[in-house]
């Protein structure tokens, strides 16, 4: 805990939710509105322009009719719309971030011991493992409790460009959402919670925001091992690695034909679950330790009288 008392708790919690999911929201409603006009402002001026509104219900019948297009238009871009919504979150959280460091400075809290950047390869390959692990087991589990909210949204994910796919889900809404959801939510609840109490209030929140109980309870575990990774490494750095390692790997091994190589067989995707799990709880273990010797060895650096340079 940070020991940060903050005038109005709540707010400074629910604060910037509100205004991220309202910039999204606000930002989604601009794009899909521009995306629709043309078509909208045609079947308008054909239904019931030029047909002198003769019939209401018919010119009505026909401007529905020809506003499907329009509607056509939005799906058809719907990933574009998500990663335009999700960076203009950016400029918000990162302001915030910055100022709830300044603050920590201004109380005299002492940054957290910072695990080097050599360590990062164990979170790349923890990252790359879990995706597999994750994309197959989600595969299985769709296939006997069958989500139609996850199909739909599994076919809108991969109906962009394979380059837009890596722009935004394998870059933008990964920063975007570490931003929000550990390095300003997670991090405000940790001035006065426990890391437990606070990595599930955010990882709670960030399970929320997705749009089916495959990806809901997906995305509460993995909330749980970025706030893991953040409070071990000392830094932000480390969960904006692993979600976008997870994320694009994910995405490559869509493109290459992996996952569908994997789930032409039940058993080569219950194969790479187990594998994926031994190996993840691996590299989990590796990581603890890993970070617990060097946060040592850091401490003995600095309390050291004879090192001039700490």
């Known amino acids: 805990m940070n020991q940060i008392q903050r005038k109005n708790p709540f707010w400074s919690l629910a604060g910037p939710l509100l205004a991220y999911f309202g910039i999204q929201l606000a930002?989604?409603?601009?794009i899909q509105a521009v995306i629709q006009a043309p078509y909208l402002a045609?079947?308008?001026i054909d239904n019931f322009v030029n047909?002198?509104?003769a019939d209401f219900q018919e010119a009505m019948d026909g401007y529905l009719s020809a506003a499907g297009p329009a509607i056509e238009q939005v799906l058809k871009y719907q990933v574009e719309i998500a990663g335009a919504a999700a960076l203009c979150t950016i400029p918000l959280t990162a302001v915030l971030f910055a100022k709830d460091r300044k603050l920590e400075r201004s109380w005299g809290?002492?940054?957290a011991?910072?695990?080097p950047v050599r360590k990062y390869w164990s979170i790349i390959l923890f990252g790359v493992i879990l995706s597999v692990g994750v994309t197959c087991l989600s595969a299985m589990v769709q296939a006997a409790l069958y989500d139609e909210q996850y199909q739909e949204t599994a076919e809108i994910m991969y109906s962009a460009s394979f380059p837009m796919q890596l722009l935004v889900m394998g870059l933008v809404m990964p920063l975007a959402e570490e931003l929000m959801f550990r390095g300003v939510l997670f991090r405000r609840y940790r001035e006065t919670r426990?890391?437990?109490?606070?990595a599930l209030w955010s990882s709670l929140f960030f399970a929320l925001t997705h749009t089916n109980n495959i990806q809901i309870v997906y995305a509460f575990f993995l909330g749980l091992c970025l706030c893991y990774l953040y409070?071990?490494?000392g830094s932000f750095k480390a969960p904006v690695v692993l979600h976008i390692s997870a994320n694009t790997a994910s995405l490559i091994f869509t493109e290459t034909g992996v996952f569908g190589w994997l789930g032409n067989e039940?058993?080569?995707?219950?194969a790479a679950v187990i594998l994926s799990a031994f190996l993840c709880s691996s590299l989990f273990v590796l990581i603890q330790r890993m970070t617990v010797r060097e946060k040592e060895e850091i401490h003995e650096e600095n309390n050291d009288p004879m090192n001039m340079f700490r």
């Open 51 to 53: 047909s002198g509104a």
């Open 231 to 233: 409070e071990r490494f």
């Open 42 to 44: 045609e079947a308008y």
């Open 113 to 115: 011991e910072k695990a």
């Open 109 to 111: 809290i002492a940054p």
């Open 266 to 270: 039940p058993i080569r995707m219950a």
């Open 194 to 198: 426990r890391f437990w109490s606070s």
């Open 27 to 30: 930002v989604q409603t601009v």
